[in-house]
């Protein structure tokens, strides 16, 4: 009952089925109210422990929490982010891309806008907030753009071979998001520190910027070289 659409009898029961853990699937703030599980009935949980919470009030996970001395702990506010397409497309072009995902990969999906280009994946960042979560983000083979002396993105530049084109679109990208009035601009990159430069052409169509977009139709390189 905590959401009407999806948390009741008939869909837990589907999701039970179709993950193949029919009478396995233990839900422990909730079990109270369900039929006793596999676990239960060997005696390897004592459901006398387990929870009965059932509706769309936080306060007895809350009081839960002030027991065991938890105080800090995410809004219960919004669903899981599998739920959101955005980043499903998101966590889909890592996998497909990528054979080891670390938990920084994943933790890189919240944030940022995610580009692709080729087997290259290029992440610019959206306010303040996320300039900073970049930066500690930044994987040792990581190249970082910034702008000298003008408001703009940190942007994040990941794959094994990064070439002049690949290089140049980043740093069209973190142009491009930025907020420099001009149409030629100098962006500073590099891995550990800015020691290299690159000037590019501010792109003006968002449409030709959208293409490359995690979950829009890759293509290797879409904006123009100079």
Do not use: W
């Amino acid at each position: 009952g905590e959401r009407p659409m999806s948390q009741h009898g008939p869909a837990l029961r589907l999701i039970e089925r179709e993950a193949g853990l029919k009478n396995k699937l233990l839900r422990p703030l909730s079990a109270k109210l369900l039929p006793e599980t596999f676990a239960e009935q060997r005696g390897l949980v004592d459901r006398d422990r387990l929870c009965d919470i059932s509706g769309r009030s936080r306060k007895p996970q809350f009081q839960l929490a002030k027991e065991f001395g938890i105080t800090s702990y995410p809004s219960p506010a919004g669903g899981c982010l599998l739920t959101c397409e955005e980043y499903s497309k998101k966590l889909c072009d890592l996998f497909e891309h990528k054979k080891t995902v670390s938990s920084a990969d994943v933790t890189l999906l919240r944030f940022g806008r995610h580009f692709r280009v080729g087997k290259n994946k290029i992440v610019v960042g959206r306010n303040e907030t996320e300039n900073k979560t970049l930066r500690t983000l930044k994987g040792r083979s990581d190249y970082y753009f910034e702008l000298p002396d003008i408001v703009g993105p940190i942007t994040l530049l990941q794959g094994a071979k990064k070439n002049r084109e690949v290089i140049q679109v980043a740093a069209q990208l973190t142009a491009f998001y930025s907020d420099a009035k001009i149409e030629k601009v100098k962006v500073n990159y590099g891995k550990d520190i800015l020691n290299k430069s690159i000037t590019v052409i501010k792109p003006t169509s968002r449409e030709e910027i959208d293409k490359l977009r995690v979950g829009e139709k890759t293509i290797t390189i879409a904006m123009s070289t100079q």
